[in-house]
């Protein structure tokens, strides 16, 4: 069966066969392999190059090991990554769900482990981006009420106006010159900053 | 300049073979023993006849204390200059009072001048008894035995009180109690502002006793050190004495040099109580070694007890460029001597000691023992000569029974973890198992003529070579991970013990890797054997198959050729209609690294190159 935009993977293993067993299973299920990587330095430079969609790793692997690999992985752009290990060890396991691990595979594993295990990876995978989006978004409008609460106390202060009518002011200036009402805010910070006249608390 | 009591000014002697003595410039003050060392036979003998008169053939010139006397001491000699020769200049048929007061009898007149025996007897009596030497002055010297002849001559000297001595070799003949009353004599005339000059070639005397070192070398001064310089550091008055260039000036005194030696046995207890893996320990360890040792580099090997081939080696080195891998045959000759092993250029047999060795002068090796099993070999290397001291000797055997606690440590914990270590290696080989199973699948689908027998057959095969690693493995005494390819490549020839009229040959190094290479090399061997007896000798012929493993420089070399039907012309590597063939050259490629390439010759040739450093213990 071939998937049309079927995921991209990069498969670390450093013993051969068993990369070659992979990238067999995985080619059947109908994903793309991007990139072979035989060490922990190899996955993560071709990683980085070739953006894989998914990162199916062992843990055990020379140079640098796979969860550091991972790690510093992460670090630059955060790529999912499924660990496939013989090590069955709850430390590891543990730091493999500190470092935001997607999944944990003990060996040996064939394709119907792998199948669920990309699939539930790649849906926590969006669940999480959306999150993401979602953080980003609050993190902005709480600048944003920042700003706008210190502007208006410097109008209320300046021009002797109540609240709401600081408010309307601010809106007003923002419709009026087409910036934000960030932008406005903050420009009104700068400039009471220059005169330096203080805002009431 | 004026204050000085003797002094020569660029004194030449020669005689008809050459220059014995060249240019020496030597200086003496009052209340200084000045010592003259060098090796026999650098002219050391000559200084003495010279000052005692008997060499003729003199260039230069001679002082006291500001005068010339060059000629004068050939010709009359110096009353004020005496010297303690090597041989004996006592009258064996004298008295030792008659011998002592030759040329000084105090005499007494009465009437004719006559000897005062009675004089000559009280003053004698009372030298020997401040001396504290218990000698009958009566006794003939003839009575005497060496050592107390040689006390006799020193007490003459002493009663003639000459400004100037010069001793030479004084020490010879004589026992322990009597070098100490030779040196309290010095002493005392030190302390009366007399001058000494102490010829010999035992530098650790000199040490001992003198204020300043001046060395003798090839009949040239070459240098004059403080005594307490000399001290500090012997190592550069020795390579003074002996003609060493290049001494590294180390500006290390010995007090320095110990807190160092300290610093690093205490550095190696902390790594050996560390977590660190045995390698790091290793490599810190002879990264302080060649610190202390003043080295240019440091090499741990780690030995295997059954075969004396070297498993692994830790290298530090100051400079990439040297080298000195020493041959299978002298390790094991220098273990078999026990101790510390000291080589240097001067050494005849130096070169042939190596198996590579470049810009290396100097060696000092110490073999690595656990209980009294070979384990391992600790050598530092010099690119200079190099003199080792006592501290460093000792610094280097005790090092190397760190290591060796170091290693077998690591083997304690080895097989405690080695179950652990079996758990996840059986699991990545059922997963090996799952990969040749699933690859299968994919070329039964590409040749669907293939009967399911001969698959099967196939992947038996692959487990088995498997298995037979998993087998060396639990047969390792020493509970070791490692496993030496001699033995792989033997368990798999078994695999094909009942195969007609075919004859394996083997010639295998002793090498050593880590497990999970192994299982790959024995699917590899397994694999290219297999090919030869199923194809190469379809006709049932006499079959004879050579497999050879040799380590090179850089890489392992394995060689399969068979004397059969060879390979069709058209035969592509890269395309492979085989599962086994194109695992082995998937895996030579992309896991080693490594190249292969099949030959025709009178059957078929694999030839497989494998960088060390991907195949070795990782």
Known sequence: MEHNNSLKILVAEDEYLILMGLTSSLKRLGYQIVAEATDGQQAIELSLEKKPDIIIIDINMPLIDGLEAVKRINEKTFIPSIIVTGYNNKALIQKAADLGVFGYLIKPVDEKDLKPAIEIAMAKFKEFQRLQQELKKTAESLETRKYVERAKGILMDQLNLKEGEAMKLLQQKSRDSNKKIAVIAQEIIKASEILSIKAKK | ?618
């Open chain 2, 1 to 618: 300049m004026t204050n000085c009591l003797f002094k020569c000014e660029n004194l030449s002697a020669y005689n008809f073979d050459g220059y014995i003595l060249k240019n020496i410039n030597f200086m003496l003050m009052p209340g200084e023993v000045h010592a003259l060392v060098g090796e026999r036979g650098v002219g050391k003998k000559t200084f003495v006849d010279v000052i005692a008169g008997f060499v003729k053939n003199i260039q230069g010139d001679i002082y006291y204390k500001g005068q010339n006397i060059t000629s004068q001491l050939c010709s009359k000699g110096i009353e004020e200059i005496k010297v303690l020769l090597q041989k004996s200049c006592l009258i064996d048929n004298l008295s030792i009072a008659e011998n002592l007061f030759l040329k000084n009898y105090p005499k007494k007149t009465i009437g004719m001048p006559l000897i005062d025996w009675q004089q000559i007897y009280l003053t004698t009596s009372h030298l020997l008894k401040e001396l504290k030497i218990e000698l009958d002055y009566r006794k003939k010297i003839s009575e005497l035995t060496n050592e107390e002849k040689k006390i006799v001559e020193i007490i003459k000297i002493y009663l003639q009180d000459p400004d100037i001595i010069v001793l030479h070799e004084p020490t010879e003949n004589l026992g322990v109690k009597s070098i100490e009353k030779l040196y309290k004599i010095i002493e005392i005339l030190r302390n009366k502002g007399r001058g000494i000059i102490y010829v010999t070639n035992q530098w650790e005397e000199a040490l001992k006793i003198s204020d300043r070192i001046s060395i003798l070398y090839k009949g040239q001064l070459v240098g004059t050190l403080s005594t307490t310089e000399a001290k500090k550091n012997p190592s550069k008055l020795l390579h003074k004495i002996y003609g060493w260039t290049n001494f590294r000036e180390n500006n290390k005194n010995i007090g320095d040099e110990d807190a160092e030696v300290f610093e690093a046995v205490f550095k190696a207890a902390e790594f050996l109580s560390s977590d660190y893996e045995l390698k790091d320990v290793l490599s810190m360890l002879a990264r302080y070694a060649t610190k202390v040792m003043n080295a240019d580099g440091c090499m741990i090997d780690l030995i295997d007890e059954g075969t004396w081939s070297v498993i692994d080696t830790v290298t530090f080195k100051t400079k990439e460029d040297l080298e000195a891998l020493l041959k299978k045959e002298s390790i094991m000759l220098i273990v078999r001597e026990g101790e510390l092993f000291y080589a240097t250029e001067n050494d005849k047999n130096f070169i042939s000691l190596f198996e590579r060795q470049k810009g290396v002068k100097t060696i000092i090796c110490s073999p690595i023992l656990i209980r009294t099993q070979i384990t391992g070999f600790i050598q530092v290397f010099y690119q200079d000569l190099y003199a080792y001291s006592d501290k460093e000797a000792a610094y280097l055997l005790t090092l190397a029974k760190q290591v060796g606690i170091a290693i077998e440590d690591t083997r304690l914990l080895g097989r405690s973890t080695l179950l652990q270590e079996s758990h996840h290696r059986i699991k990545n080989n059922l997963q090996s198992i799952i990969s040749l199973i699933s690859l299968q699948k994919d070329f039964i689908q590409k040749d669907p003529n293939k009967s399911i027998d001969v698959v099967m057959n196939e992947i038996i095969s692959y487990i088995k070579s498997i298995a037979a690693v998993h087998d060396l493995l639990s047969k390792d005494k020493l509970g070791r991970s490692i496993i030496n390819v001699k033995e792989i490549i033997s368990s798999i020839k078994d695999l094909y013990a009942i195969n007609r009229n075919i004859t394996i040959n083997l010639e295998i190094d002793d090498i050593f890797i880590s497990y999970n290479k192994a299982t790959v090399v024995a699917l590899i061997a397994n694999e290219l054997l297999n090919n030869c007896i199923k194809h190469a000798f379809k006709q049932c012929e006499d079959g004879i198959v050579n497999i050879t493993c040799k380590k090179q420089p850089k890489h392992i070399l394995l060689i399969v050729e068979d004397n059969g039907q060879g390979f069709p012309e058209n035969f592509d590597l890269e395309n492979l209609r085989t599962l086994g063939l194109s695992i082995v050259y998937a895996t030579v490629i992309n896991e080693f690294k490594g190249q292969i390439k099949i030959e025709r010759t009178r059957g078929t040739r694999f030839v497989i190159l494998l960088p060390e450093e991907n195949l070795l213990l990782s």
